[in-house]
């Protein structure tokens, strides 16, 4: 059965830098689209960053140039740098798997067939 399980959330402080991985099996990873979402306290769950089997990138406008989304098809691990964190970064992160195939923009929760159970990433002020 496919599993994604994600780590490296945590408690830091503002300005400070985080990576968050998410390890997947029971999946031929390299032909999945992997994104991370998350859901602050009292809000919905939003888009964060996705990134396709070919590596293309793509960036909510709120983390765009400070997060960066990266994949090793070898480790079948997708990760999340963020740096420069802020407070309203707080939030459980989730990462999410989809078939290349899906043709849904990448921000579509709907469009992703697999999630983990989140972890959480706390930024002080």
């Known amino acids: 059965q496919v599993q994604l399980v994600e780590s490296g959330g945590g408690l830091v402080q503002a300005g400070g830098s985080l990576r968050l991985s998410c390890a997947a099996s029971?999946?031929?990873?390299?032909?999945?689209?992997m994104g991370w979402f998350r859901q602050a306290p009292g809000k919905e769950r939003e888009f964060v960053a996705a990134i396709r089997w070919s590596a293309s990138t793509y960036y909510a406008d709120s983390v765009k140039g400070r997060f960066t989304i990266a994949r090793d098809n070898a480790k079948n691990t997708v990760y999340l740098q963020m740096n420069s964190l802020k407070p309203e970064d707080t939030a459980v992160y989730y990462c999410a798997a989809r078939t290349a195939y899906a043709n849904s923009y990448y921000y579509v929760q709907t469009s992703y067939n697999y999630w983990g159970q989140g972890t959480q990433v706390t930024v002080s002020s």
């Open positions: 029971g999946l031929t990873f390299s032909s999945y689209a």
